[in-house]
């Protein structure tokens, strides 16, 4: 059995093809920044109040955003606010989730440079920019309950018609959490699920056809994490033992667990897109099965990740590396970028 060993080329496949570049991460902190002081200039304008907070979550602020050919990035800004800033005049009646989103589009709509407006969605308020992606601003009121006689404070999203009970602010922390602890000891095991997190990601959308058919982004965060494999120094290894496990829980259930919130699934039983998703890390196993032929070449294996991703990137690097190992019998390794150009960190 040959070893194929792939990692410095899934390591240049992730910091040139899967992980934003600088420039996309400054131009998306530009517009998150510049839809945070349009909304504040809003509601001034308004004479409504600001809310409490306002937090970045999801991918952005876990820092698992994967490159898109078409641009459809999804940036997620929070907004919260106190339930006694949510009401009518005079605070008499107490406004509907309905409401409070479309007072934040009316806010966020007050400044007409946009070519397109804000818009009303079903969880969310969300502008769309001319490049193709958007910033959802999802709305929250933050409310205390009685715990063992101490005040605790939960959210509440304004979804549809209904309050229900979430905190974006919660998984993100679940989730740098996990990394913090996985790279506390002397290898660092939490930036490598952070990298299998952007690979799946990467993955699942690989082809046009799959992107609406297939899980989020949470989703396929909370499978990995569950199902993390480490490999020091192989991140093709960790990528295909974790792939493996994911599939492995697939095949005995589909339902996929909240991470912070008790009771609650991100997926249930027979879900669709985890289906989608489970048939397409079936294919990719099987393909992947290659690597372990006893007569697989460097470039047969690279090729095949050129299958597995729909990309021609690593076929592109087999002369190469194949000359290099000729001419030198150098080992190199690749650095993996997870601070920006400048050393600081993304978001």
């Not at 349009?38 to 409490?52: I, T, V, Y």
């Not at 009646?93 to 400044?111: H, I, M, Y």
Request: charge should be negative.
């Amino acid at each position: 059995m040959t070893d194929n060993n792939c990692n410095k080329d899934l390591v240049a496949y992730h910091n040139e093809k899967v992980t934003l570049g600088k420039s996309s991460q400054d131009a998306m902190r530009t517009h998150r920044d510049a839809g945070r002081t349009r909304l504040k200039n809003g509601l001034d304008r308004l004479e409504k109040p600001q809310p409490q907070q306002v937090d970045s979550q999801g991918s952005y602020s876990m820092k698992t955003m994967v490159q898109d050919d078409a641009y459809e990035y999804d940036i997620d800004d929070g907004i919260y606010f106190k339930p006694e800033d949510l009401t009518t005049l005079f605070g008499i009646l107490n406004l509907t989730p309905l409401e409070v989103r479309q007072r934040v589009c009316d806010a966020l709509s007050d400044d007409d440079r946009l070519k397109s407006p804000a818009e009303v969605r079903s969880n969310c308020v969300r502008q769309t920019y001319a490049m193709g992606y958007h910033i959802d601003y999802p709305v929250y009121r933050i409310q205390t309950e009685d715990i063992d006689g101490k005040d605790e404070e939960y959210c509440e999203l304004a979804s549809g018609d209904e309050w229900v009970r979430s905190d974006a602010r919660a998984v993100t922390s679940w989730f740098n959490g996990k990394v913090i602890t996985l790279n506390s000891g002397d290898v660092v095991d939490g930036s490598q699920l952070r990298r299998v997190v952007r690979y799946t990601k990467k993955f699942a959308r690989s082809k046009a056809e799959w992107k609406e058919k297939t899980v989020s982004g949470i989703t396929i965060t909370k499978l990995v994490v569950d199902h993390f494999e480490s490999s020091d120094g192989r991140d093709d290894l960790a990528i295909r033992n974790t792939w493996k496990a994911i599939k492995k829980a697939l095949d005995t259930s589909t339902e996929v667990k909240h991470p912070v919130l008790e009771g609650v699934n991100l997926a249930d039983k027979d879900d669709p897109a985890v289906n989608f998703l489970k048939d397409k890390l079936t294919w990719a196993l099987d393909q992947l099965k290659t690597l372990d032929e006893s007569d697989c070449s460097q470039k047969n294996a690279l090729e095949t990740w050129d299958t597995i991703f729909n990309t021609d990137f690593f076929a592109a690097r087999a002369p190469k590396e194949t000359i290099a190992q000729k001419s030198a019998f150098v080992v190199t390794s690749s650095k993996v970028s997870e601070r920006n150009d400048d050393g600081s960190r993304f978001g």
